[in-house]
């Protein structure tokens, strides 16, 4: 059989999605980057392997996320697409009439406005964390409760509190204020839900026709608390697909399987050995110019195997034995 695997690798958490030549999810798999995406994709690669059965051959690996170049060079990618051609696919796989896709990942966030299967807008956060899981993962910690029981309170509480969405220095400052107040923890809780779908809206959202169905992807769509409060924001149901942390991944393999699919053409993956091989990222700063970029390097086993991330195309694809004059 002939398989093919996508890589989601962002800055919080990586995902690995792998199809079947029917476009059948037969694995997938969440874990945290922490920090080290070369590890966490290593990791990913050897659960997998454990994973497969006789017979079964990568035809195509496809990556995304804020690391898809860094790991594309580590594991040998066949194809490379941004975040919002991912989501949009997989969404479109799935629910083919979608026309809105809400994403909150660790970092950032995004909405993805679909018409008649095509994306015509779209929007991203990368700058404020009040909008994020990270936020919601750093409220938990200090309410002393799991991301789960976040969930699982806010969805208790009748009475929620306003919480300051704006920022995550006034939202922080504004519940330790409730809780010094009195206030039930769950209505806290059910208030910082709805606070971050607020900042959601009002930010990602600002200006885009959002319209059902709507389909909610990301690790923080494990949130019902969350789920309620866009709901309640939107007036609209919304949709959390079956493995919908996983959806970029599974987009990437969707992408890949429709390139490969029904070609005999071999996949440049590297093999499953590269997870005990060992990798170096670094960076230099160019010279070549008054930019004086900054240059991503990979190595392996001490040789340089790809350079990445100039304003210019000097470095792209220098390997070692390559080295640019400057």
Not at 221 to 228: K, L, P, Q
Not at 241 to 256: H, K, S, T, Y
């Amino acid at each position: 059989m002939k398989a093919f695997l996508g890589i989601d690798v962002g800055s919080v958490t990586t995902k690995f999605a792998l199809l079947d030549e029917s476009n059948e999810v037969v694995f997938t798999s969440y874990d945290r980057t922490e920090g080290d995406p070369v590890g966490a994709v290593q990791r990913g690669l050897r659960e997998l392997e454990k994973q497969l059965g006789p017979g079964v051959r990568l035809g195509g690996v496809g990556t995304t996320g804020s690391a898809r170049y860094l790991v594309g060079a580590v594991v040998g990618v066949d194809i490379v697409k941004n975040e919002i051609t991912a989501q949009a696919v997989a969404a479109a796989h799935f629910c083919p009439d979608v026309r809105t896709v809400i994403e909150i990942g660790g970092q950032d966030s995004k909405l993805i406005i679909i018409r008649d299967g095509m994306v015509v807008d779209f929007a991203m956060n990368t700058v404020c964390a009040a909008g994020t899981g990270s936020f919601l993962d750093q409220q938990a910690l200090r309410l002393g409760i799991s991301v789960a029981d976040l969930a699982e309170l806010a969805l208790s509480s009748s009475r929620p509190v306003r919480i300051a969405a704006t920022c995550t220095v006034f939202a922080e400052s504004d519940m330790i204020h409730k809780q010094q107040m009195g206030h039930a923890r769950e209505d806290i809780v059910s208030g910082l839900c709805r606070a971050l779908a607020h900042n959601y809206l009002s930010d990602v959202g600002r200006g885009k026709e959002i319209l059902s169905p709507v389909l909610f992807h990301g690790g923080v769509a494990f949130n019902g608390g969350i789920v309620r409060a866009l709901e309640d924001s939107l007036g609209m149901p919304i949709i959390v697909p079956e493995r919908q942390e996983a959806m970029g991944a599974i987009g990437m393999a969707l992408v890949v399987a429709e390139e490969f699919a029904g070609t005999r053409g071999l996949s440049a993956f590297k093999g499953f050995e590269i997870s005990e091989t060992d990798y170096r990222a670094s960076s230099f700063e160019c010279t070549a110019c008054t930019r004086l970029c900054e240059i991503a390097e990979l190595s392996e086993n001490g040789d340089v195997v790809a350079r990445w991330g100039g304003r210019c195309d000097l470095w792209e694809g220098t390997e070692s034995g390559e080295e640019r004059s400057v």
